[in-house]
């Protein structure tokens, strides 16, 4: 009955202990340092670097099977010390402990030759610039070769001696993707080297020297090209730079995700998370932001030796870490600034210095500016003539004229700010084109409405398009963010009560979490078992239809459990009822109306995307349209 089964295979007879061969130990090892073609290519390029190198030919065969020839013009290796390079545990990078915890080279295990050539055919060709010729090691032997400065090393057939691994590689196009992908990490890093890709005889890229703006915008396309947020943030010991896709660059995959710590790339889940928990308010669920992005610190605060490929990274103060990035990149993130058509809004930063011994990444010329400063700046100029644009002022795009002072409290105004604040401005707003756009208002001023849809409006930069409803959603998202996170939502009590008709769950969950209600200020009493009346709602919403919106508060509040919804699921809870009340399309607004949503979203953070993801604006330059219509060509 109660038979154990067998899970221990027969044990094979007992050995005597034994020291392993050399060889045998390198090809152990070789597991985790080689597991596939792209570690040998990681290998080589990180030795490379290393080396000082500011060209890297990359030529693979066969998906990297067959063939992976590294080249670098480098300092190359003494011909004395070849035997060494090859040979197992033998390194130039470290040579103490405190060197181990000081390391700023992207190698230092002296494993990896050792290791690669336990597995496969490795000739090394090398030169350094003082030898009269280059020096070539193969299968132990050292000779003569012809070649300038710098370093070849030839791996063939990997594998050969170990079928067991062979079968374990994927087809010839999977293998060679991994390689690619290696090689776009690497190079996105040091955008100060060059490097060619070649696969069976075809080249497949090449980057030059240039700036990391320009590479990334290469490696990662035009979708990440153009939205995009130039970051560059500094606390203590840590600055974290680089770019951060806009939602509108999210990707279904996490395959735009590219972070390196002191010049590594890694993929470390306690950065991966910081970044993700930044972008949480502005993208879906389901969607990856794209980013590139460089952490650099003082290497005796992270351990690089945690895993044999070194692609995690223990960090002394984690926490520290993880709430550094998290700020940094919800700060740039909160930045309005619009997803404008064809220019990099990037500020493009000069070429960093080729010696890269400090392991920090060599991404600016330490000129960068800030997005957010580039923004103002941009802002600041002195508005451009619109020399042969009639930009006629507007009336009433509905026809009747412009709307007396009241009706600009008429929606957003009034509604959106129930505390008064600078939207007083537009009070004295006329029309719309009469306004010169200027730095204060970097959203400019309403034209008109299309289709009930899109506001569009000028500013000094050109025509700024609107998408109401997104912008509204927003807008109101963060009001009732702010609202509840201060504990100060304000309430409107409605004069007649609205009462529905509910069922039990309904009327028991009014019951059961009067409070969660309350400090959402929401007012909801059970009047009868079947009957439920809405006595007042956040003042941010009273737009909304009462019935529905406390339908949906008591639906989240039942699925997500009492005080959990405020925490776990505060933000999606906010985004449902802010879309509740976000004006409709088709709704027409007046210049009035426009303007307060303009002004409204100028002041709100993150207002230039709806908590959906979706851009909520763009800018279209006068560049943009000229270049439309072919004008200066
Ligand atoms: P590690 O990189 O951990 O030191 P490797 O086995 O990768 O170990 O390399 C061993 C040594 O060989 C390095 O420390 C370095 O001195 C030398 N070496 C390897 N590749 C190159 C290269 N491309 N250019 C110059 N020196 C190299
Ligand atoms: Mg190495």
């Known amino acids: 009955m109660n038979a154990t089964p067998n899970i221990s295979p027969a044990s094979p007879s007992p050995r005597p202990i034994l020291a392993l061969p050399d060889q045998l130990i390198s090809q152990i090892a ?17 030795n490379a670097l290393d080396a000082g190198s500011t060209s890297v030919q990359i030529r693979l065969e066969e998906g990297g099977v067959k063939r992976i020839a590294i080249s670098d013009n480098g300092r190359g290796i003494p011909a004395d010390q070849l035997p060494l390079a090859v040979a197992r545990h033998a390194t130039s990078k470290i040579a103490s402990l405190t060197d181990l915890e000081n390391v700023a080279t992207l190698g230092f295990r002296g494993e ?14 090398t030169r350094t610039a003082e030898a009269p010729h280059a020096w070539q090691i193969e299968n132990g032997k050292i000779s003569p070769a012809s070649g300038a400065q710098g370093t070849t090393v030839d791996v063939q057939d990997l594998y050969y001696n170990t079928p067991a691994r062979r079968k374990f590689l994927k087809s010839e196009q999977t293998e060679f993707g991994h390689c690619a992908e ?27 020297i240039s700036a990391i703006d320009k590479r990334s915008a290469h490696i990662l396309g035009d979708a990440f090209a153009n939205a995009r947020l130039a970051l560059d943030e500094s606390a203590g010991p840590l600055r974290l730079h680089g770019f951060a896709g806009l939602p509108t660059a999210s990707k279904a995959r996490a395959d735009a995700q590219y972070f390196y710590v002191n010049g590594r790339f890694v993929r470390d889940k306690l950065l991966t998370h910081a970044v993700r928990a930044a972008y949480q308010d502005v993208l879906h669920g389901d969607r990856y932001p794209s980013y590139v992005l460089a952490l650099d610190l003082d290497p005796a605060l992270v351990d690089v030796n945690v895993h044999p490929s070194k692609i995690e990274v223990r960090f002394r103060d984690g926490r520290a870490v993880h709430q550094f990035v998290f700020h940094a990149v919800s700060r740039a993130l909160a930045q309005t600034s619009a997803t404008s058509f064809g220019t990099v809004p990037a500020p493009a930063t000069a070429m960093g210095s080729t010696n890269n011994g400090s392991g920090k990444i060599p991404w600016t010329s330490g000129e960068q500016t800030s997005f957010s400063q580039q923004f103002s700046q941009e802002f600041s100029a002195k508005p451009r003539e619109f020399s042969g644009y009639a930009f006629e002022p507007q009336n009433n795009p509905q026809g009747g004229v412009a709307q007396t002072t009241q009706s600009y409290g008429a ?10 604040d600078a939207l007083t401005q537009t009070n004295t707003a006329s029309f719309a084109g009469s306004e010169l756009p200027n730095d204060e208002h970097p959203l400019g001023f309403a034209l008109a409405q299309l289709h009930g849809v899109y506001v569009l409006a000028q ?46 769950i309904e009327v028991g969950t009014v019951e059961e979490h009067q409070a969660v209600l309350q400090s959402l200020g929401f007012d909801i009493a059970a009047i009868s078992p079947t009957t439920l009346a809405v006595r007042a709602v956040p003042a941010l919403l009273k737009n909304a239809d009462a019935q529905s919106l406390a339908r949906d508060v008591l639906r989240e509040v039942r699925e997500f459990g009492g005080s959990r919804v405020l925490i776990d699921r505060r933000n999606e809870l906010l985004g449902t009822l802010a879309c509740h009340t976000a004006v409709r399309a088709n709704r027409n607004l007046t210049v009035i109306e426009m303007n307060a949503l303009l002004r409204q ?31 200066g060509q």
Not at 30 to 46: D, I, N, Y
Not at 470 to 495: F, G, T, W
Request: hydrophobic share 45%; aromatic share 6%.
């Open 459 to 504: 500013n000094s930069k050109g025509l700024v398009l609107v998408d109401m409803h997104a912008a509204h959603e927003r807008i109101l998202y963060e009001q009732l963010k702010n609202a509840l996170d201060e504990n100060s939502m304000p309430v409107q009590p409605l004069l007649i009560p609205i009462t529905f008709y509910a069922d039990g």
């Open 112 to 125: 990896a030759l050792a290791s690669i050539a336990s597995v496969a055919l490795l000739t090394l060709t």
């Open 30 to 46: 070789a597991g985790e340092v080689v597991e596939r073609p792209s570690a040998v290519v990681k290998e080589l390029l990180e």
């Open 601 to 631: 979203m100028e002041l709100t953070e993150r207002a230039d995307q709806c908590n959906h993801g979706r851009p909520t604006w763009v800018q279209m330059g006068l560049n943009d349209l000229d270049k439309m219509f072919l004008r």
């Open 182 to 208: 290696i090689v776009r990490r690497i190079a996105l890093a040091r955008p100060d080297v060059t490097f060619s890709l070649s696969h069976n005889g075809k080249a497949v890229d090449h980057w030059n």
């Open 411 to 420: 929606l957003f105004a009034r509604d959106l700010n129930p505390m008064g």
